[in-house]
């Protein structure tokens, strides 16, 4: 079956700009969640989706949104893009929320930015 | 706070060894995953545990709740489990807090 598919895969903005990241979860999957990897602050959790709804969201700022559709696909923006936002943007899908047991980890390939 | 600390860092081993990556956390979690990520970028969901032990092929996770503590282990070590490891608690909050990764070399 199709994997997570995360679009575009490389992309370069400048500051100020805005960016969005799509997501496209494995069929049957309801629960989308985001994360940014920077080289210094390691992997950070951004938001989780679950049948649309936002569960949870992590520490960052309010130019960092997202939302899920009904067919559970996901999207993240980004906006008024700083230098500090480059970095690699990865979304996972699973078929349980949080921490429950069907709440196994599926990753995308991820979408570079880069910030210029 | 939510904290998640790995060891160590970095390990270099001889192929065939036997690999062991520590995981501790600050205070109670619900589950605990276990990542694996190869040079450019790609994450792979190895464990998510809350109890006991789990094993997939040389891969073996086990978790004290008491202690805090988690353990990936690695038999049989060969070169292409070269990667990073990356362990990932879901703490009261739900929220995942990830450790900084522990880079396994294994040389042939």
């Known amino acids: 079956k199709a994997g997570v598919t995360q679009t575009p895969r490389y992309l370069i903005k400048t500051r100020g700009q805005q960016v969005t990241l799509s997501c496209s979860p494995i069929s049957g999957h309801r629960s989308v969640s985001w994360y940014q990897q920077t080289p210094g602050q390691g992997l950070q959790f951004l938001f989780e989706?679950?049948?649309?709804?936002q569960r949870n969201k992590g520490n960052f700022p309010g130019r960092f949104s997202g939302r899920q559709f009904s067919n559970s696909r996901s999207e993240m923006n980004v906006s008024t893009l700083e230098l500090g936002d480059s970095a690699l943007y990865l979304c996972?899908?699973?078929w349980g929320a949080g921490s429950s047991g069907a709440n196994v980890l599926t990753f995308g390939a991820g979408s570079r930015l880069t910030v210029l | 706070k939510n904290e998640v600390e790995q060891s160590p860092q970095n390990l270099t081993a001889q192929e065939g060894e036997f690999i062991t990556i520590n995981c501790s956390y600050s205070?109670?979690?619900?589950?605990l995953h276990w990542l694996q990520q190869h040079p450019g970028g790609g994450i792979v969901s190895l464990f998510m545990?809350?109890?006991g032990k789990k094993k997939h092929g040389r891969l073996i996770a086990t978790i004290n709740i008491q202690e805090k503590h988690s353990s990936l282990h690695i038999t049989a070590s060969h070169p292409r489990d070269s990667a990073v490891y990356i362990c990932?608690?879901?703490?009261?909050?739900?929220?995942?807090?990830f450790g900084t990764g522990t880079r396994l070399t294994i040389i042939p």
């Open positions: 989706y679950f049948s649309e709804t």
């Open positions: 996972a899908s699973s």
């Open positions: 990932a608690g879901h703490f009261g909050n739900e929220k995942l807090t």
């Open positions: 545990l809350s109890s």
């Open positions: 205070v109670g979690i619900s589950a």
